[in-house]
């Protein structure tokens, strides 16, 4: 089977820019999540998702950053606009009731501002 | 407010020898545990996870970890280590109700291995 599969893998782009990052998580998970890891924050979650809809979004840094869920298959993490401070790795993970709550991540987006 | 204390920032071995990273959570009742590992430039690969029952569970790699109620404490451990097991390991904690499944994550453990 697939795994949670991220794109883009890498992005550089420019201060102010949009940036929107893609996941499609494994087939048959209800709970999507997606998470930040920086040197100093480590690993943090931004925003979970539960039958599409998004149940605690208290992660999420600032009004630049929106999360959707449009269907079972695919989410998207808009940045609007990008600064510098957010170039970071954004992982993208999903779970369902009968897998045991393991948490599946994808192999995370390396976004790069400058 | 579940968290997870991982104490070692960077930990070195050589290789051959055993290993055991520390990982303490706190939660209000029986967590699920993970242990994650990163190699560098690469995702997250889940090495192993206590939901219940037997509190020694087997992970990949030749990795073990025991869950002591008593301690808070979910320890990683393998007898022999390997140079590929160079990586950073994550210990995470997620609760068991449906609000409460996301994880939460320690700062990580950097693991370097000398030859």
């Known amino acids: 089977d697939a795994g949670v599969i991220q794109s883009p893998r890498h992005e550089v782009t420019e201060m102010g820019q949009e940036v929107t990052l893609r996941c499609k998580p494994i087939?048959?998970?209800?709970?999507l999540f997606w998470y930040r890891q920086t040197m100093m924050r480590g690993l943090e979650l931004l925003i979970y998702f539960n039958n599409n809809v998004p149940i605690d979004d208290s992660g999420m840094p600032e009004d630049r950053f929106s999360a959707k869920m449009p269907n079972a298959s695919f989410s998207t993490l808009k940045i609007q606009p990008s600064e510098p401070r957010d170039s970071a790795v954004y992982f993208c993970?999903?779970?369902?009731?009968?897998?045991?709550?393991?948490?599946?991540f994808g192999e995370g987006s390396w976004l790069t501002v400058v | 407010a579940q968290s997870v204390t991982q104490p070692d920032i960077h930990i070195t071995v050589s290789e051959g020898a055993s290993l055991e990273l520390r990982c303490n959570y706190s939660?209000?009742?029986?967590?699920?545990l993970f242990w994650y590992v990163q190699s560098p430039g690469q995702g997250l690969q889940l090495l192993l996870k206590y939901f219940s029952g037997d509190t020694l569970v087997q992970g990949i790699k030749g990795f073990e970890a025991e869950f002591k109620r008593s301690q808070s404490s979910f320890n990683l451990r393998k007898p022999s280590v390997h140079w590929s097991d160079a990586a950073e390991y994550f210990c995470a904690v997620a609760g068991r109700s449906g609000s409460a499944r996301q994880l939460t994550f320690g700062s990580g453990t950097q693991l370097t291995v000398l030859p």
């Open positions: 939660y209000g009742a029986t967590p699920y």
């Open positions: 087939s048959g998970h209800d709970y």
């Open positions: 993970a999903s779970t369902s009731t009968g897998s045991g709550n393991t948490i599946y």
